[in-house]
């Protein structure tokens, strides 16, 4: 790759940063409220990208904010752009040492024993002076009260007083065994699952008995109220009744990407799936903090290599 020498001077990676984020959101006043800045400064700075490339990205109403062609196309090349550099930072920090110093992790019992448990143990031999610390639990951890410095968890967080890192993208799918369905029928719509026996499994504190699930083809959220002789709060448990022919469940791609391999397992309704994004939690007051920032950059870098790539839910399709 040869040095930009077109690029022009007004064009900043935060202008591109406050663009990227008003373009996922559609709208000048979240990204604000989302980067801690004013709406002002927002418009401002989309401003200083439009005057430096002399093109509209937005299209302005009343009532609305839509990209321009222009903003599309831009959209899509900034994405990779801000990802490329993130990759890069994030790789720089990996290398460096996390130097020394106590680190007390948490994670659900299935991700931390079969992926955050080997990730733990090379960071601690690329850092002698590192003592780490793993409770494995499928509870929600109180960071404060259970003195817990990284929670690694799936979805999302609600407490105002934790700031979430992405560690990477995943889903759960719905599956079953080729035997199962060969017995109770195949569902071809959504809700048709209240009819089949559904093996419920609530991880951490999530509802039992309703399946959030996304249509990949037209992006609209189903819920569906599900029903099922067997539950349980781990997820290799919950797998194993599936290979066993007991019914259809939801579980991260990730967990069940060897049964999906052999055909132990199969898709069910593949077009139907739900977010599990695998995120790294601190408290606010951390998020500065040489040694955890550095954990979380080390933890990020190597459990995304260790997942099965998410390509496999089209070849799984």
Request: charged share 20%; hydrophobic share 40%.
């Amino acid at each position: 790759m040869s040095v930009l020498k077109t690029l022009p001077k007004q064009i900043s990676l935060w202008d591109l940063n406050v663009f990227f984020l008003v373009a996922k959101l559609l709208s000048f006043n979240r990204a604000a409220l989302e980067l801690g800045i004013t709406p002002g400064y927002v418009t401002k700075c989309i401003h200083s990208l439009e005057k430096a490339l002399d093109t509209k990205l937005f299209v302005r109403t009343t009532r609305q904010v839509m990209l321009s062609k222009s903003g599309e196309f831009f959209f899509i090349k900034v994405k990779d752009i801000l990802g490329d550099v993130e990759d890069a930072i994030l790789g720089v920090n990996a290398l460096q040492d996390i130097t020394s110093g106590n680190v007390r992790i948490s994670c659900n019992t299935y991700l931390g024993q079969n992926h955050l448990a080997p990730v733990l143990s090379l960071m601690e031999r690329q850092n002698p002076g590192l003592n780490i610390w793993l409770d494995l639990t499928n509870q929600q951890n109180d960071l404060i009260a259970d003195d817990i410095d990284i929670d690694i968890r799936i979805g999302s967080v609600k407490e105002p007083h934790l700031v979430a890192y992405k560690i990477a993208t995943s889903f759960r799918v719905l599956c079953a065994s080729p035997l199962y369905l060969k017995r109770h029928g195949t569902p071809e719509e959504v809700d048709q699952l209240g009819d089949h026996n559904c093996i419920l499994y609530r991880p951490r504190e999530e509802s039992m008995g309703l399946w959030r699930l996304t249509d990949t083809r037209s992006a609209i959220e189903s819920k569906v109220k599900v029903k099922g002789t067997l539950s349980a709060s781990h997820s290799d448990v919950v797998k194993n009744w599936a290979v066993k022919n007991h019914g259809i469940a939801l579980l991260p791609i990730w967990g069940i990407a060897p049964e999906l391999a052999s055909g132990v397992l199969v898709r069910v309704l593949p077009q139907y799936q739900q977010s599990a994004d695998i995120i790294a939690v601190i408290k606010n007051q951390e998020k500065k903090t040489h040694l955890i920032r550095t954990s979380v950059d080390f933890i990020k870098m190597h459990l995304q290599a260790s997942l099965p790539p998410m390509n496999m839910l089209d070849e799984q399709r």
